[in-house]
């Protein structure tokens, strides 16, 4: 069965720290990626994509590229803020059958402090 | 524009009792999935519309659990005889259409089953 395995937390940095949360996946036939992010009192939201190997996501200053061959779609960001103190969520689709469900990590709680 | 509501934001029952959990999706939104996140955990699948019709239920954990979605638009999650174990929170998410990428994550219905 598909599954995804993301680096456990809490992550504390201090701001303009390097950020990289780790995710690995196991999955049948070739799946979207994605990480969502959860800030304090809200709910998921899309951070950033990639549909196949080799391709990068980014948004607001975060990037994760699609590695096929690791099996990997490790999350960074080069210069951390106290706003992205949130749960990163590792996440994948695979692009058969009907439903389209994504399979989730357990997430990463990120905590950056001045 | 509005986004995926959910009602009620948090719901406390007692144990055996029946419970319903609203969504209302993203207006013009075909696709209407279910999710369930566990303390500590990512949100694992339940169930997923296309339409009117259950797709796909296979995340259902068991009997207890049903839902419906009558006229396309707003579903209710319903469990039955609810245990301390279903105490999680549901999320629901909606989707424009079968080919689109991002799913919107409404803030969820915390459940406490005491």
């Known amino acids: 069965g598909n599954s995804v395995t993301q680096m456990e937390g809490p992550v504390t940095l201090s701001e303009e720290a390097f950020l990289t949360i780790n995710c690995t996946y196991t999955?049948?036939?070739?799946?979207?990626l994605f990480w969502y992010v959860q800030y304090p009192g809200e709910g998921l939201q899309l951070l950033l994509k990639?549909?196949?190997?080799?391709d990068k996501g980014s948004n607001k200053g975060f990037e994760a590229t699609y590695r096929k061959e690791t099996t990997s779609f490790h999350l960074e960001k080069g210069s951390v803020q106290v706003s992205d103190s949130a749960v990163y969520f590792c996440?994948?689709?695979?692009?058969?059958?009907?439903?389209?469900?994504?399979?989730f990590g357990t997430g990463t709680r990120l905590q950056v402090t001045l | 524009g509005a986004g995926v509501s959910q009602t009620p934001s948090n719901k406390v029952t007692e144990k055996g009792k029946y419970v319903e959990l609203r969504c209302d999706p993203i207006?013009?939104?075909?696709?209407l999935y279910w999710y369930r996140q566990s303390l500590g955990q990512g949100p694992e699948f339940l169930i997923y519309?296309?339409?009117?019709?259950?797709?796909?239920d296979s995340g259902l954990p068991n009997d207890r659990f049903f839902a419906v979605r009558p006229e396309g638009s707003v579903s209710t999650l319903k469990i039955q005889r609810t245990e301390r174990g279903d105490s999680a929170v549901y999320l629901c998410?909606?989707?424009?259409?079968?080919?689109?990428?991002?799913?919107?994550f409404g803030p969820g219905t915390r459940l406490t089953v005491t």
């Open positions: 998410a909606s989707r424009p259409t079968p080919g689109a990428y991002e799913q919107y």
């Open positions: 999955a049948t036939g070739y799946p979207s």
């Open positions: 990639a549909t196949k190997a080799d």
């Open positions: 996440a994948l689709r695979t692009n058969t059958g009907t439903a389209s469900k994504l399979t």
């Open positions: 207006s013009g939104h075909t696709a």
């Open positions: 519309f296309q339409g009117t019709g259950a797709a796909d």
